[in-house]
């Protein structure tokens, strides 16, 4: 799914700025399963916008730039809709972590050992802290943070049980 169609659908939760699109990102709902910076959703926010697909309302404040606002249109939540009907690609999963693991053979074992126990307390906080719930709800979200839940369970128990091959 693309940056798009990801910021038409964080609209249809609210009006946002583009800074309250990324925090979305970066701490919410959509942080353990999809990453987005300022430098493609706002060049997405200004597509959609001169597409018609979502409007752009600017606030004035005190010594600042403007505010700017965006809202899904009914046009953008039928081209989100018609983006969400469409078949869904395969998962790809990036890693620094397995990453540096195909290449461990060039660490000493205690640096190996290090990121190994950085990686669990990690899936640990992770499993602790994911909770869509306070800014998504519905069983969508529901859904998502579980399956979170249940693939960082996953991991951290593969890890744990398999640390001694590396």
Do not use: W
Not at 8 to 24: H, P, Q, R, S
Not at 116 to 140: F, K, N
Not at 146 to 152: D, E, H, P, R
Request: charged share 25%.
């Amino acid at each position: 799914m693309d940056i798009r169609t990801l910021c038409l659908g964080v609209l249809t939760l609210g009006d946002a700025t583009g800074y309250e699109i990324k925090k979305m990102f970066e701490d919410g709902p959509f942080s353990h399963f999809y990453g987005a910076g300022f430098g493609s959703i706002y060049p997405a926010l200004n597509r959609l916008t001169s597409e018609n697909l979502v409007s752009c309302t600017q606030l004035a404040q005190d010594k600042r730039p403007d505010k700017k606002v965006y809202s899904i249109t009914p046009a953008g939540k039928m081209a989100l809709m018609d983006e969400l009907a469409k078949p869904i690609s395969g998962d790809k999963v990036k890693s620094d972590f397995l990453a540096t693991i195909v290449f461990s053979e060039l660490l000493s074992p205690a640096a190996i050992d290090q990121m190994i126990a950085d990686r669990l307390a990690a899936y640990d906080s992770a499993i602790t802290e994911l909770d869509c719930e306070q800014t998504m709800t519905g069983p969508g979200a529901h859904f998502v943070c579980g399956f979170g839940k249940a693939l960082y369970t996953a991991a951290r128990d593969y890890l744990e049980n398999h640390r001694h091959e590396i």
